[in-house]
Nanobody, 123 residues
């Protein structure tokens, strides 16, 4: 059973940093790719970043490129989203998700998803 749990969200000021974590109940991820998505109030869910560890590749949305970094630990049982230089427009619920395939910007391509963690950035 894959159960993803996000943590690390909170209320910060513009310019601050946060690191989100995504764990699978302590177990190694059996999937190949992790993606982070976010959904702001009244907006559609959007792709933020993805990592395919078999290929060592990462991909970022233009809105976060250069500010966010996605990674996974060596044991492949936790993934992270380091968020620097946060902006008010980064305010959203952030979700992690995993898939056996490669990085996709489509949330529905990921077969296991967490419940999300709230990130609020004040100006």
């Amino acid at each position: 059973q894959v159960q993803l749990v996000e943590s690390g969200g909170g209320l910060v000021q513009a310019g601050d940093s946060l690191r989100l974590s995504c764990v699978n109940s302590g177990r190694t991820f059996s999937r190949n790719t992790m993606g982070w998505f976010r959904q702001a109030p009244g907006k559609d869910r959007e792709f933020v970043a993805g990592i395919t560890w078999s290929a060592g590749s990462t991909y970022y949305a233009d809105s976060v490129k250069g500010r966010f970094t996605i990674s996974i630990n060596n044991n492949r049982n936790a993934g992270y989203l380091q968020m620097d230089s946060l902006k008010p427009e980064d305010t959203a619920v952030y979700y992690c998700a995993v898939t056996a395939g490669f990085i996709s910007p489509e949330y529905t391509e990921y077969d296991y998803r967490g419940r999300g963690t709230q990130v609020t950035v004040s100006s």
